[in-house]
Every structure is written in C-alpha cells, then in structure tokens.
C-alpha cells in the first residue's frame, strides 16, 4: 500500500526555521516530482515548491528566498527547510508526490499525506 507521511511541524516564533519531511512508501516504480502545498483555514490549498526528478525546483513567489526544497530519488523522500517563518506562513503542510507510478498498477497525477500543522507565532 501506498502512503506519503510528512513529519516536522510544529510551533515557532516569527523569524524562526522549521525543516519537515516527506516520505513515500510502498511498491512505488517512479516519482515525477515532489511538492509541498499548504492550506489555511482562510484560502484555497496551494503549491509552496516543486522538485523534479533531475532536481529543477520551483516556488511560489511568497517563500522565494525563503524555503527551500529537496528530495532522494532513490529512497523517496523530499523535506523543505523553511527560514524567515512568518505568521503568514502559518497552515498545514502537505507533501505530494506528483506522477507517482505503482509497481505494476496505475498512475496517480497526485498522492497526498495527511498533512503536518505549522504555527508561527508573532
């Protein structure tokens, strides 16, 4: 079976760094790339940073400068280190593996974790 679990959240002051992880488990062939979306209470989810599989990255304009994102091919697992938090930054963080390819079975476009809550406190 297969699961995505992301671990690291938690409560930080405002100018405070956070680092969450991400793995994917279970008879995976393939991940096209790894991603981080987040969600508050007031928005839509969106997409704080991509990685693909040869490395090339990208991130919402919000946290340029700011996160950074990587991931290991070979063992599934991506984090992203957050600096500069800000109260704003507050959410839920969710890892997503993008392009993920069963061993055998389908493709999902997207598989989500459960989410890992972070709270940056003024």
């Known amino acids: 079976q297969v699961q995505v679990v992301e671990s690291g959240g938690g409560l930080v002051q405002s100018g405070g760094s956070l680092r969450l992880s991400c793995a994917a488990t279970?008879?995976?062939?393939?991940?096209?790339?790894m991603a981080w979306d987040r969600e508050t209470p007031e928005g839509p989810r969106e997409e704080v940073a991509r990685?693909?599989?040869?490395?090339?990255?990208t991130y919402a304009d919000f946290v340029k400068g700011r996160f950074t994102i990587g991931r290991d091919n070979a063992k599934n697992t991506a984090f992203l280190q957050m600096d500069s938090l800000e109260p704003e930054d507050t959410a839920v963080y969710y890892c997503?593996?993008?392009?993920?390819?069963?061993?055998?079975?389908?493709?999902?476009?997207?598989?989500w974790g459960q989410g890992t809550q972070v709270t940056v406190s003024s």
């Open positions: 990685i693909t599989s040869d490395g090339f990255t």
């Open positions: 997503k593996a993008v392009g993920l390819q069963v061993i055998d079975g389908i493709l999902f476009n997207g598989y």
């Open positions: 279970g008879p995976i062939s393939s991940i096209s790339a």
